[in-house]
Each structure stands twice: as structure tokens, then as C-alpha cells.
């Protein structure tokens, strides 16, 4: 969700880069990868996420939690505020 996320905020103008450009650039020179749970285990947590609306939030802060509470990369500080794992 959050590669889909960062193509959609490049659409809104928000971000210059497309999403794999920037997904293959982060592979390339860091850890970070994305994750490979099954999407439908990701949208059941995502149940538990009552704290937002936004769907790409509720989805991006389950996916992490799903993932044995990973490290989530995010700027966004509402993410930051209910997940506290977060590296930016």
C-alpha cells in the first residue's frame, strides 16, 4: 500500500519521483524492502484500525503490525502518533 501510496501522492503532485523509481532506488541502497504478506491478511487488520479514515494509513500501519510489528518508514505524523515503530 505504501508503493501504491507514493505514486498517488506523485500524481497529486506531492512527490517528483515515480513509485519504482524510488522503490528500486531505496532496494538498491538500503535493507528496505517491501513487504510479501497476502494482501487479505493485511485488509483483515486493517479492521482493527479505527483510529484514522484513510484507507492507505489503516492499511500501511497493519501491514507492519501483520509483519510482527516492523519498523515502518513514514513522515506522517498521525501514523507516527498510533504506531509507535516508526523511523523517519
Not at 9 to 14: C, I, V
Not at 77 to 85: L, N, T, V
Amino acid at each position: 500500500m505504501s508503493y501504491l501510496e507514493l505514486e498517488y501522492l506523485r500524481e497529486l503532485g506531492k512527490t517528483k519521483f515515480p513509485a519504482r523509481d524510488l522503490l528500486e532506488k531505496v532496494s538498491h541502497e538500503t535493507n528496505l524492502r517491501l513487504c510479501d504478506l497476502p494482501f487479505a491478511e493485511i485488509a483483515s487488520a486493517a479492521l482493527d484500525e479505527k483510529w484514522t479514515r484513510d484507507p492507505f494509513d489503516r492499511l500501511i500501519v497493519a501491514n507492519a503490525k501483520a509483519n510482527g510489528f516492523a519498523w515502518l518508514v513514514t513522515a506522517d505524523e498521525k501514523i507516527q502518533m498510533h504506531y509507535p515503530r516508526t523511523v523517519w
